[in-house]
């Protein structure tokens, strides 16, 4: 008889291989133009401008955004472990942080920071990042992401870079899943190479550039 650990591990050990070899619809290929999304990794083009909460975060907290220059970021095992580090994580903080506006709580459009018990989306986005290092995850495998929703509207989601692919960890659904399978514009995310630094994640880099500028003044990171 399996033991309860030997029947977890071989529930969460289907569920890796099953989102391994799952088929991309042909809603997410259509979405994502400019991706390739057949690939299990996002492509990334050109350096882009950093958000300016990341940017005014970074001032704070300049210890997360120190330059690290990385040439070979480290790309860590999908191993049973950690995929389940995965989905208590990100469990654990969407239960336990109070989705709320920056402007309800700090009375401005955009402030990034750890949640203390509520936040907005890229505050749970930190939080996130922030367990999984201290889990032992590399920081390079842990990149904030910025997307447009099914709406158009600004939204923030964690990418973890695995061997397997990029999967995400986000606050407005309680699995953990292969970019592919969100219903997201995927626009830009930090550097494996430095946490301070932003990449594109479209190739149209000069329209995207005047699209971002005219967005940090316009249409703030969502908070859902």
Same mark, same amino acid.
């Given at each position: 008889? @399996?033991? @309860?650990?030997? @029947?977890?591990? %071989? $529930? *969460?050990?289907?569920?890796?291989?099953?989102?391994?070899?799952?088929?991309?619809? =042909?809603?997410? +290929?259509?979405?994502? %133009?400019?991706?390739?999304?057949? +690939?299990?990794?996002?492509?990334?083009?050109?350096?882009?401008?950093?958000? *300016?909460?990341?940017?005014?975060?970074?001032? +704070?907290? =300049?210890? !997360?955004? !120190? +330059?690290?220059? $990385?040439?070979? =970021?480290? *790309?860590? !095992?999908?191993? $049973?472990?950690?995929?389940? !580090?995965?989905?208590?994580?990100?469990d654990s903080i969407n239960q336990s942080v109070i989705a709320v506006t920056d402007m309800d709580l700090y009375q401005t459009i955009e402030h990034w920071t750890y949640p203390q018990g509520a936040g907005d989306c890229e505050d749970y986005v930190l939080e996130k990042q922030r367990h999984l290092v201290a889990l032992g995850w590399p920081e390079e495998s842990l990149l904030i992401t910025v997307v447009r929703d099914e709406n158009g509207d600004g939204h923030a989601i964690l990418t973890v870079t695995t061997d397997a692919g990029d999967f995400l960890l986000d606050n407005r659904y309680p699995m953990v899943r292969r970019w592919q399978d969100a219903p997201y514009t995927f626009r830009k995310r930090q550097s494996q190479q430095n946490p301070a630094e932003w990449v594109s994640l479209s190739p149209n880099t000069n329209i995207f550039s005047q699209l971002l500028q005219s967005s940090n003044r316009s249409s703030p990171v969502s908070s859902r």
């Open positions: 008889m @399996k033991t @309860k650990f030997g @029947k977890m591990a %071989a $529930i *969460i050990g289907l569920t890796i291989a099953t989102v391994a070899a799952s088929s991309i619809s =042909p809603a997410s +290929a259509a979405r994502n %133009a400019g991706q390739n999304t057949q +690939a299990t990794s996002m492509q990334v083009y050109d350096e882009t401008r950093a958000p *300016i909460g990341h940017v005014l975060f970074c001032r +704070a907290y =300049p210890g !997360q955004c !120190q +330059a690290t220059n $990385i040439s070979n =970021p480290r *790309i860590p !095992q999908l191993t $049973i472990e950690r995929w389940s !580090q995965l989905v208590e994580v990100n």
